[in-house]
């Protein structure tokens, strides 16, 4: 009973140790709460800078991405643009050689026909050059002409009759003098020059082509003394053109002196 009583009588120290140990222990929750909210606020912001960042590269990565398909489609237009320069080159060469080929055919035909025209200039510069001295003369006589019809009484006429066969024809007189010939046709008569006789289209060709269609037309070649020459040309041509209405039928009838020609008895009526 003695010691029961002794232990009763003892010093508890549980309520202080348990108040220690409580408080302790709540310092202890305290620190570790606030470390931790305090490492929880540094990891947030580290992760919210890591997840603009990541945002960042992201939205960069989409416009590469999305420049990069533009850029594919650039280049895929580009080989097609070349493409079809490539195509349009190779057309382009082959016109420009077709139309090299045909600018050499024409410049060959063009001068093949320079030539040829060449040619005849000088051929009718020779005629001029041969023909000149005629020209000189026959100016010559129509001075003379002209002075003697100032001077006095003109030459005795020479009066052309029909004769013989000749009153069954329709006759067209063509006067040969030195250098040319006097078509008596219509009102006015026409001179051609000797070497215009044998012309392609010239009016002594057309006049061979008209009378040879004329029924019963014939030409009848009034020759003077100097006009020898000139009716052999006239002569050869008309016996060589065969028109459209064949050839042209011809006769001559010798002119003895230069006086003036009188036709009026073809031109009465009956």
Request: charged share 30%.
């Amino acid at each position: 009973m003695a010691r029961h009583k002794n232990e009763g009588e003892g010093i508890s120290l549980f309520p202080f140790m348990s108040i220690l140990v409580c408080l302790i222990g709540s310092l202890t929750l305290m620190i570790a709460i606030q470390l931790g909210g305090q490492v929880s606020s540094e990891q947030s912001e580290e992760d919210i800078e890591r997840y603009r960042k990541y945002t960042e590269i992201k939205a960069l990565l989409e416009h590469d991405q999305a420049e990069l398909e533009s850029l594919k489609r650039l280049l895929a237009a580009a080989d097609k643009a070349r493409e079809d320069v490539r195509l349009a080159a190779e057309e382009a060469a082959a016109l420009e050689k077709k139309q090299k080929a045909e600018l050499e055919r024409s410049s060959a035909l063009g001068h093949e026909q320079l030539l040829a025209e060449l040619a005849q200039l000088r051929r009718r510069l020779t005629e001029l050059e041969g023909e000149a001295p005629k020209l000189q003369k026959e100016i010559e006589e129509l001075q003379k002409e002209i002075q003697r019809r100032k001077a006095g009484p003109e030459e005795a006429v020479v009066q052309v009759r029909p004769g013989g066969s000749g009153l069954d024809i329709v006759p067209t007189f063509v006067e040969c003098a030195a250098t040319s010939v006097l078509i008596h046709e219509g009102k006015e008569p026409q001179r051609i020059r000797t070497g215009d006789l044998n012309k392609e289209g010239g009016e002594f060709r057309k006049l061979l082509d008209r009378v040879a269609g004329t029924p019963k037309g014939q030409i009848i070649f009034l020759v003077r003394p100097d006009g020898v020459a000139t009716f052999n040309v006239a002569r050869d041509v008309a016996r060589t053109h065969y028109g459209p209405n064949g050839y042209c039928k011809t006769g001559k009838l010798p002119v003895p002196s230069q006086g003036r020609i009188d036709l009026s008895v073809f031109r009465r009526p009956g």
